[in-house]
């Protein structure tokens, strides 16, 4: 089986370590993965703040890059719902405006072809149970788009549950918002401290050691509240802890 990576621009500029693990997992599994190179941003701070045209160009960007690969992997519960959900809408809007000529063709053929990590792992491979080892205390935290966009479900932590080693508590709250949401944290900056604030409390209560997460775009917010706090709980990517075998720990 072969597969695309779509590591995402905040991953590839601030986790980078994320689409490695993503891709020593699925070779692991038996996955041939490729990473073209033209892949960039897709759009979504731009449709997400009001400026729909600016992201029609990353549109076509996004499908052209990733064009002929029969799966489209993605660690962003995020940027997956943005393809999914949104690539439709701005092409066929684009063509009727008298612009971007086959965008809307371009948006139906990438869509669905593309999968969040869990929806792949569960869904196209048919695993629960990737090999993994961790010997942690862990809590995870469902993003909104992963949860809501996506419909994820309990395929995380049907994940989590499989892997060696790992516990796997209840999160409080865990479909409560953790405050980030892409630029609301920019423009509602307080409140969206607050939010965040309210899921560390819940997350530190739960005694874990790592907090867990399928979108290091949450996480980041979340990791910021953790390190100003002081506390000893760390944030982690789900794609890191199931890429962790005994052979290969997590550093």
Do not use: W
């Not at 049907?158 to 516990?167: F, I, N, Q, S």
């Not at 949401?181 to 209560?205: H, L």
């Amino acid at each position: 089986m072969r597969a695309a990576l779509f590591v995402t621009c905040v991953n590839d500029a601030l986790y980078p370590r994320t689409g490695m693990a993503v891709v020593r997992l699925l070779e692991r599994l038996g996955v041939a993965v490729d990473f073209p190179a033209a892949q960039s941003c897709c759009g979504q701070p731009q449709y997400n703040t009001g400026y729909r045209r600016e992201s029609e160009p990353l549109l076509r960007r996004t499908a052209e890059a990733f064009a002929g690969y029969p799966y489209v992997v993605t660690p962003s519960g995020s940027c997956a719902a943005m393809v999914r959900l949104h690539y439709p809408r701005i092409g066929r809007q684009a063509e009727r405006e008298g612009r971007g000529p086959g965008l809307a063709a371009l948006a139906e053929d990438l869509v669905p072809r593309v999968y969040e990590l869990t929806e792949f792992l569960v869904d196209v491979l048919g695993v629960s149970d990737v090999g993994a080892y961790f010997p942690h205390t862990v809590t995870y935290h469902p993003s909104c788009h992963g949860a809501r966009g996506l419909g994820l479900g309990d395929r995380p932590r049907r994940l989590l549950a499989a892997v060696k080693g790992l516990e796997l508590v209840e999160l409080p709250g865990a479909e409560e918002c953790c405050g980030f949401g892409g630029t609301f944290a920019v423009k509602n900056p307080d409140v969206s401290a607050a939010m965040g604030t309210d899921k560390i409390g819940n997350a530190v209560g739960t005694g874990a050691d790592v907090l867990c997460g399928a979108d290091n775009s949450c996480l980041a917010h979340l990791d910021g509240i953790l390190r100003r706090g002081g506390e000893p709980m760390r944030a982690l990517h789900l794609a890191e802890i199931l890429a962790s075998t005994e052979e290969e720990p997590l550093k």
